[in-house]
């Protein structure tokens, strides 16, 4: 049956079946339309609010079948989006009507015990890094729910519990492999395309599809010193102005969000408590027997409703302990602020805002920024907020598509009230609905929006790569 695609341009061609099976031919992967018995559960992803019906998904079986997918849609000017985990909170891993370049297939992981380093494709989730790393006391620097795809977490950035000590993840890219926009495949690294390799490391799926990345591997003890410590709600606005204080001097091993619960907590696997929390998170990935000393000011600070620091395995357990708290399928609506500081009027409205969230599932986290991120001068790598000392995500997570405006409207008011006395853009990782907008893009990129727009003319002048958080070619934001 000929097949209806969206165009870039917003209409419509139509596809012959002669031209789908020649095209076909070509691929080791698998072409899923809207008949097939898989396509159902390959169109979902992560975030149960995203119901998009792609006329095509091309499951990827390796770079060759990238190469040809991306070649194919070029030549038909069809819409495309592209996939690595599918955890993206706004959905850009899917299209409607388009095609979806899906990597999930390709997710094989290899170590280089000499450098030490490991490729990584595309299509991987943290875990599949955590499993070939964990037994050789290395890691890469990602994030903290280990089903979250490698790719998009790399791509805009990539914070998580090594942050302060080894940066971002993106801190940690020495190579990888692209897809440009013509079809073509090129390594980049700092010698390579090095105009590519700065845009990469932040820029998002702007430039090309990523195949590969390879990250050099860090040290880490199998076992870390974990806090993990609940106070009541009531003494929200003390305790954030204590850890604020207390994490500004703090040892670069150690990372560290606050975790602000306004309702009694529903957490998967915890026993927690069932009262509104305000809660101290933890990881020193120092030596292990300073690890206790390290996070003691946390868990002494007042009295705790509930304790669960102690020594934790890093990537068995620390990498895993919120995994079960998203489950796919769940609707999510999140949003971010980056502060230079954060004032006593920002931590009351913080407080009082996070207080009133309409499900019990949401939550703000308040994630401690610096460390080894602020090392590396913010116009070294495309990643705008290296200065920046904290971020706030809020996190409007509920069952059941209806209660959608009322806890939408409560992560949107949260951040309208932030915004000003916040810095300009977002962590594009956890994009609110307006990400969209180039004004907030561009914020996002502080001074580095220029030149990625530059690079963007150099490898993407058609503007294929425009299903993301997009920067336009020519704009004048
Ligand atoms: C439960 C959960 C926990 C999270 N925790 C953290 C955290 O601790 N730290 C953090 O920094 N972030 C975190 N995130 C945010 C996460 O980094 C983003 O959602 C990210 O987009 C996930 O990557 P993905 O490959 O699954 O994205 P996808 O949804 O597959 O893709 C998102 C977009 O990225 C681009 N993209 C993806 N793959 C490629 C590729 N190979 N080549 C080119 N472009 C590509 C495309 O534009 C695509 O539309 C979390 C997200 C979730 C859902």
């Not at 964990?134 to 990539?158: D, F, I, K, N």
Request: glycine residues 8%; contains cysteine; neutral net charge.
């Amino acid at each position: 049956m000929p097949l209806k695609v969206a165009t870039l341009d917003n209409d419509c061609t139509t596809l012959s079946d002669q031209v789908l099976e020649d095209f076909i031919r070509q691929l080791r992967g698998v072409v899923l339309r809207e008949d097939d018995p898989e396509y159902e559960k390959s169109r979902r992803v992560w975030n149960g609010m995203i119901d998009c019906y792609p006329a095509m998904i091309v499951r990827c079986a390796g770079t060759s079948d990238v190469m040809a997918v991306v070649k194919f849609a070029r030549a038909h000017n069809l819409r495309v989006s592209v996939r690595g985990g599918g955890h993206n909170v706004a959905g850009k891993a899917v299209c409607d009507q388009g095609m979806v370049i899906d990597l999930g297939l390709m997710n094989s992981v290899w170590v280089d015990h000499q450098v030490p380093s490991v490729r990584v494709q595309a299509g991987a989730r943290l875990a599949d890094v955590d499993e070939k790393t964990s037994s050789l006391g290395l890691a890469v620097p990602v994030g903290v729910v280990s089903r979250t795809g490698v790719a998009g977490l790399t791509l805009h950035g990539g914070l998580g519990w090594l942050l302060r000590r080894d940066g971002l993840t993106v801190d940690n890219l020495l190579a990888l492999e692209v897809v440009t926009a013509e079809g073509k495949r090129i390594v980049v690294n700092a010698r390579e395309h090095a105009d590519l390799f700065w845009a990469l490391r932040g820029g998002g799926g702007n430039f090309g599809v990523v195949t590969s990345f390879e990250y050099r591997l860090r040290p880490i003890e199998s076992k870390v010193w974990f806090a993990a410590v609940l106070y009541p709600y009531a003494q929200a606005q003390k305790a954030i102005a204590f850890w604020r204080d207390f994490m500004t001097t703090a040892p670069e091993e150690l990372s560290s969000f606050c975790v602000l619960r306004g309702r009694p907590m529903q957490a998967a696997g915890h026993k927690i408590p069932r009262q509104p929390v305000v809660a101290f998170l933890a990881c020193y990935s120092g030596p292990f027997d300073r690890g206790e000393e390290a996070i003691r000011p946390l868990r002494e600070w007042s009295t705790p409703i509930a304790d669960f620091s102690g020594p934790k395995d890093y990537h068995l357990q620390v990498q895993r302990l919120f995994d079960k708290d998203y489950p796919e399928g769940r609707c999510y609506y999140w949003d971010s602020l980056f502060f230079n500081d954060l004032d006593t009027r920002t931590i009351k409205i913080i407080a009082e805002h996070a207080e009133h969230c309409v499900s019990p599932l949401s939550s703000v986290n308040v994630w401690a920024l610096g460390g080894a991120m602020n090392h590396v001068a913010p116009s070294a790598t495309a990643f705008g907020k290296r200065d920046c000392k904290f971020m706030v995500a809020v996190e409007a997570n509920w069952e059941g598509s209806e209660g959608a405006p009322a806890n939408m409207a409560w992560a949107i008011d949260l951040v309208d009230a932030l915004r000003p006395v916040s810095r300009p853009g977002v962590y594009l990782n956890f994009p609110g609905a307006a990400a969209g907008l180039q004004s907030l893009v561009k914020g996002s990129y502080d001074g580095n929006f220029a030149k990625l727009q530059e690079i963007k003319k150099r490898y993407d002048p058609d503007n294929m790569w425009r299903g993301n958080f997009n920067i336009v070619p020519e704009c004048d934001a």
